[in-house]
Each structure stands twice: as structure tokens, then as C-alpha cells.
């Protein structure tokens, strides 16, 4: 076994891997950029190494600054986690022509099955099924619509080197066909330097299961079961679980038998996935799946089949790397119980899930859950990386019982100071179709409203909101004994009138201090009481309420204070207006503005163009995906102010519109 290896990765990946590295007494190196110095990964490494500043380009894609780190450090071997250099056959050249094990499979391995095109060429020359479409070399533009003209609509336009759902398109219609097309060029160009596509035929009710395969170095190779992960938006997983909902053991045996069947054909070492797409209008049968891609490193969804194994995978991979055989075979293998991950990101849902950044003022993981994370109370979401903040994984004796776990879970999980989609994975665990195992990969998109849907805050959570901003809720270990103390009013007891802003929804609150601990807060629709039992920074316990109360104040942008509630498992988030911006002054149909940091890639209107209500305006590149932001109404562009290329800051003005005439 190795004594000391690098990880060349961030954030959660890093931190797991280092765990497991740990336990079993190897030493750890970590690789960080400038934005990461003070990162969790750094801190719970041996030893850590700067590689470059922040963009990705020039610093955790640098494999030889990687390199040399793992060599000044006399590290024995890489561990790639997933993302970045995890799937470059390069990068595994040159590790191993320096002398370095790299803890995964072999270059030519990741050659064969990292061209979408060729790999699905291989997989039928190895008896598995693939799915019907175009993976030639010809990619002019008109060829490839006759393609999918011939192949019928509608069709998924895929980066032939992609992956993470980037460089991928669905295509309804013939007249889509042009603009998708460019976008998934342009996108595969810019994550993976290749604009190459490939044209599939798009699965009308698919289900998302893949196998977890295991090689080693001796020739042999097992399937370690399946993964169901159809419940996706953008193309990308937001809660995966193990085993499938309806597998049936035909079907496992069969897909088993093909995801063995492509690792032996390019002699796979360590560990992998074959991902397939399952038609699931008819329940899953074993003549209804076609391999889709093999991703040649370990998933961010493995720990649903750690829970339902009993295996640390992280652990196999670092002793197949190390030389050793695989300690089973097929046959000892066998699934207990099941297991759910939650992918948990800073992201505006509603806004359709654009990436956020912000501070983490707040954050509480559930004691009942695996936390998969890299980042702690206090860290920075920046505009560099993913915007990942944890994965909650839970196991249960039985789907219903995981699945009641996780909503536990995420109910218990609190964090305050970035925007999640903490809110949206709680309506999709409560969901129907979800909850009884009845999912495809078009459920999210059938029900974003419903799973979007924001409820009004409750008059208590307003109260407790309103009592916090205000700096009533104050500090029991005050050391002024005045501190605590409300004021004596000749006229009755003091009064305090606040504005709080939820989204669409204004709250005007007028709140009456009867003494330190107890208040009286009304608005527009209700008067209730509040005594505090306890108070402290960022907890108050109201009397009669079983549950504590928890909040946590946070500034953003310098001038919009947020306060966040956290009550019976629901998180609600408030603006305060400082005065000088009006609480009802949102973001009109007039300006388009960016929103976040990124890169301009195209600009689509010039001044003076007519528009429709949702046309595209601009497309803007941040946190490694393409959002094209588009017009709130009919109108006539009034001025742009970037060029493609530009890089701009959140909130920047993009496009305006003449405004519309009373």
C-alpha cells in the first residue's frame, strides 16, 4: 500500500478521499488555487500545494504543476477524484512516464470510452446495446439536421467528449435544431475543447440506471449492482438511489452481465460506470436498455452503493492501485437495503437553478444523515468551481424508509447566506410519482411548478424575523445589564415598524416590546404574541413551540441585509430594505442583467431589434454552464452594453429595452 499519495481535486471529493486515505494510515496531499488557501480540503490534508490562481484553467487543470507537487511531496500515487483531469488519458501518461501511479484506469481505457462516437462502436462490436443515432465524423451543420431528421424528432444533441450533462441538447422540433446545434458546440468547445457532436435518438419516457463496475489489474472485473439517477434537470443528477425502483433480477442480471462486458473489453482497472438509458413506459425489461456512456472514475453518486454494500470504494480503488486483486467475486455480493443521495447546491431554483455564490453565515448537517461536504460555517460559494454544497445520503431497511430518512434529513439540515435548492429536493421527496418509485428523467421538467412553488412565509416566521433584524432577540451573557433592557416609554410600551420583502410578497410589521423577552407583533393579517424562553446569538426558543428557532443574519451586496428563519424544517428567507432601496423595486422587463460573474459568450440583439417575450438576448458562461438569458416581454432592444467576451460581475446591465409607455 501506498504511504503517502496527492489528490488532485477540491471541495468534497478531496475531503472523502482523504478520510478514507486516512483510516487506512496513508498520508495526503492536497492541491489548492488561490481561491481555495483556506479551504476545508487544505485544512484536513498532510501537506498542501499552491498550483495556480483561481480560474480552473490555470490552476487544478495544470497537470504539471500537479505533478511536480506529488513529486516535491514524495507522494507515490495521484488520486484524480472526479471532474478536472479525472478522465484526461494525457494526464495519466505523463503521472505514469514520472514514475507515479495514477489511481484509476489505464489511458487507453479512458481513450476508448472518452469519444461518445467510439465508444458506442466499441460496445456493439462487444455485444451491447447502444442506443440508435449518429456517431460519425462528419459534423456539418446540414448533415447533422438530416441526421436528425432521418432519425425522428425528438433528438438529444450530445458533446461527443462531454459529460455532467454539458454540451447536451434536447431537441423538439426541426426548427430548434440550428440554435441547439451551436449551443452544445459552443459549450462542448469550452469545457472539453472539442465542438464534435453526436445525434441519439431521445427515449420518450427514460429512466437514468446505471452500473457501478470494478476491475483490477489481474483481469477480472464484477458489477457492484445498479443506480437509478432519472431525476435530473439540465441533464444533470439531483437525487440518485440504490437499487432502481421495479428492478427486477432478470434485468439486473442482464444489465449487470453488458456493464461487465464493456469493462472487460478495454481491460478496466479500478473503478467505473456504465451508464445506460432504460425505456420505462412498459416497466423495466431486459430488451428495453442501450449503453449511453462508460465514465471512467469514480461517480459523485457513489456513496449509494457504499450504503447498500458495505464497501468503501475509495478504498478498493487505492488497493486495485496498489496491485491488488479484487477480494470477491460476483458471487459474494449481495444488496442490504436502500440508499438515497440528495445533491444539495447553491442555486436559485426558481430562477431556473443559475448557479449562486454567497458566504455561508449558517450551516447545520443533519446528525442522521451522511454529509458528504468541503465546505464549513463561514466558507465563500465563489464563481469559480461548483456550486455544490453537501451530499445528504441516507440508507433504510427499506425505499420507504431511506426516502423518509431523507426528508428528515434535509428538513434538519439549516443554511443561511446563499440561495439552495434545499426547498426543491424536500417537494421532489415529497413528491407522488418520486415517492412511489414512478420516474423518469422527465419528471422535474413535467412538474417544475409545483416543486418550485414558494409558500408565503407564516406570520410567526415574519415575527421571529422581524424580532431578530431589529436586535431584539438579543444575548443572555450580555455584559451590559442595561444591553437587554427595551426602554421606558412615557406614552406605552416602545414600537418598532419594519419592512421585510419575500419575494413577490411585501411585509409591513409593527413589532411591541412589553418587556425584554416578550413582544407582540402584528400585520397586514394577523397579531400574535412572542415570548422568548431563551436567547442567543442566532437561536430563539418561543414558548409554546417544541422546535427552537433559529436564525442567522447576513449581508449581501453591501446594501440588502437577509435574514433567514429556520422553522418546523422549512427555511424562509427575507430582504430588509436599508431605507434607500424600495422593498418593491425588483428587477423590471426593462433591464436584463447578469446574474452572476461570468463571461459573455454571444450577444443574439443589437439597439433598435424587436423582441418577443422570452427571445434570447445574450448567453453567458459561469460555473462551467451556459445560461441564455432572455426578454420578459415584447418590446425593442434600447441599448446593449457588452460584447462577446466580456466579463462581467453579478448584477451588471446586459440589454435594455425602450421602456413601455403608461
Given at each position: 500500500m501506498f504511504s503517502k499519495i496527492l489528490i488532485a481535486n477540491r471541495g468534497e471529493i478531496a475531503v472523502r478521499v482523504m478520510r478514507t486515505a486516512?483510516?487506512?494510515?496513508?498520508?495526503?496531499?492536497?492541491?489548492?488555487?488561490?481561491?481555495?488557501?483556506?479551504?476545508m480540503h487544505v485544512a484536513e490534508s498532510d501537506e498542501a500545494v499552491r498550483v495556480g490562481p483561481a480560474p480552473v484553467a490555470d490552476s487544478y487543470l495544470q497537470a504539471e504543476a500537479i505533478i511536480a507537487a506529488a513529486k516535491v511531496t514524495g507522494a507515490e500515487a495521484i488520486h484524480p477524484g472526479y471532474g478536472f483531469l479525472s478522465e484526461n488519458p494525457d494526464f495519466v501518461d505523463e503521472v505514469e512516464r514520472q514514475g507515479l501511479v495514477f489511481i484509476g484506469p489505464s489511458a487507453d481505457a479512458i481513450r476508448a470510452m472518452g469519444l461518445k462516437d467510439a465508444a458506442k462502436a466499441l460496445m456493439e462490436k462487444a455485444k451491447v446495446p447502444v442506443v440508435p443515432g449518429y456517431h460519425g465524423e462528419r459534423q456539418e451543420p446540414e448533415f447533422l439536421k438530416a441526421q436528425a431528421d432521418e432519425i425522428g424528432y425528438p433528438v438529444l444533441i450530445k458533446a461527443r467528449a462531454g459529460g455532467g450533462g454539458k454540451g447536451m441538447r434536447k431537441v423538439e422540433t426541426p426548427d430548434q435544431f440550428a440554435d441547439a446545434l451551436a449551443g452544445a458546440q459552443r459549450e462542448g468547445k469550452a469545457s472539453f475543447a472539442d465542438d464534435r457532436v453526436l445525434i441519439e435518438k431521445y427515449v420518450t419516457s427514460p429512466r437514468h440506471v446505471e452500473i457501478q463496475v470494478f476491475g483490477d489489474s489481474h483481469g477480472d472485473a464484477v458489477h457492484l449492482f445498479e443506480r437509478d439517477c432519472s431525476l435530473q434537470r439540465r441533464h444533470q443528477k439531483v437525487i440518485e438511489e440504490a437499487p432502481a425502483p421495479g428492478m427486477t433480477e432478470e434485468m439486473r442480471a442482464a444489465m449487470g452481465e453488458a456493464a461487465v462486458k464493456a469493462a472487460r473489453a478495454i481491460g478496466y482497472s479500478g473503478a467505473g460506470t456504465v451508464e445506460f438509458i432504460v425505456d420505462g413506459s412498459d416497466g423495466l425489461r431486459p430488451d428495453r436498455f442501450w449503453f449511453m456512456e462508460m465514465n471512467t472514475r469514480l461517480q459523485v453518486e457513489h456513496p449509494v452503493t457504499e450504503a447498500i454494500t458495505g464497501l468503501d470504494l475509495v478504498e478498493m480503488q487505492l488497493r486495485v492501485a496498489a496491485g491488488d486483486p479484487l477480494p470477491f467475486?460476483?458471487?459474494d455480493l449481495a444488496i442490504n437495503g436502500h440508499a438515497f443521495e440528495a445533491r444539495l447546491y447553491a442555486?436559485?431554483?426558481?430562477?431556473?437553478?443559475?448557479?449562486?455564490?454567497?458566504?455561508?453565515?449558517?450551516?447545520?448537517?443533519?446528525?442522521?444523515?451522511?454529509n458528504d461536504t468541503g465546505v464549513r460555517e463561514g466558507d465563500e460559494i465563489t464563481p469559480h468551481y461548483d456550486p455544490m454544497i453537501a451530499k445528504v445520503v441516507v440508507h433504510g431497511r427499506s425505499r420507504d424508509e431511506a426516502l423518509a430518512k431523507l426528508r428528515a434529513a434535509l428538513a434538519d439540515t439549516q443554511i443561511a447566506g446563499t440561495v439552495t435548492n434545499k426547498a426543491f429536493l424536500s417537494a421532489l421527496c415529497r413528491h407522488e410519482g418520486f415517492s412511489n418509485g414512478d420516474v423518469d428523467t422527465g419528471l422535474i421538467e413535467r412538474d417544475l411548478a409545483q416543486l418550485v412553488h414558494e409558500g408565503e412565509a407564516p406570520v410567526l416566521a415574519q415575527a421571529v424575523a422581524a424580532i431578530a433584524v431589529l436586535g431584539l432577540a438579543g444575548d443572555a451573557d450580555q455584559a451590559d445589564?442595561?444591553?437587554?433592557?427595551?426602554?421606558?416609554?412615557?406614552?406605552?410600551?416602545?414600537?418598532?415598524?419594519?419592512?421585510?420583502?419575500?419575494g413577490s410578497a411585501v411585509f409591513d410589521l409593527r413589532v411591541s416590546l412589553r418587556n425584554s423577552r416578550d413582544f407582540k407583533v402584528s400585520s397586514q393579517s394577523d397579531t400574535i404574541n412572542v415570548s422568548l424562553v431563551e436567547r442567543a446569538p442566532r437561536r430563539m426558543v418561543v414558548d409554546g413551540h417544541a422546535q427552537p428557532l433559529r436564525f442567522a443574519v447576513s449581508k449581501t451586496s453591501g446594501r440588502i441585509a437577509q435574514v433567514t428563519v429556520f422553522l418546523s424544517g422549512d427555511t424562509f428567507v427575507f430582504e430588509v430594505p436599508d431605507g434607500v432601496t424600495d422593498a418593491g423595486d425588483v428587477a423590471s422587463g426593462d433591464d436584463v442583467r447578469a446574474p452572476m460573474p461570468g463571461l459573455v459568450k454571444q450577444v443574439r440583439v443589437k439597439a433598435g431589434q424587436k423582441v418577443t417575450k422570452g427571445e434570447?438576448?445574450?448567453?453567458?458562461?459561469?460555473?462551467k454552464m451556459e445560461h441564455t438569458l432572455a426578454a420578459a416581454r415584447d418590446g425593442e432592444v434600447a441599448e446593449v452594453y457588452v460584447s462577446d467576451g466580456d466579463q462581467v460581475s453579478d448584477g451588471d446591465l446586459l440589454v435594455s429595452l425602450v421602456p413601455e409607455k403608461e
Open positions: 486516512k483510516r487506512m494510515g496513508v498520508a495526503t496531499v492536497a492541491i489548492y488555487s488561490d481561491a481555495d488557501e483556506g479551504a467475486t460476483q458471487t442555486e436559485d431554483v426558481p430562477r431556473g437553478f443559475l448557479p449562486a455564490i454567497g458566504r455561508l453565515d449558517h450551516l447545520r448537517f443533519s446528525d442522521a444523515a451522511r445589564p442595561w444591553g437587554s433592557l427595551p426602554g421606558w416609554r412615557v406614552w406605552g410600551p416602545a414600537q418598532h415598524f419594519i419592512k421585510l420583502v419575500q434570447a438576448l445574450t448567453v453567458l458562461e459561469a460555473m
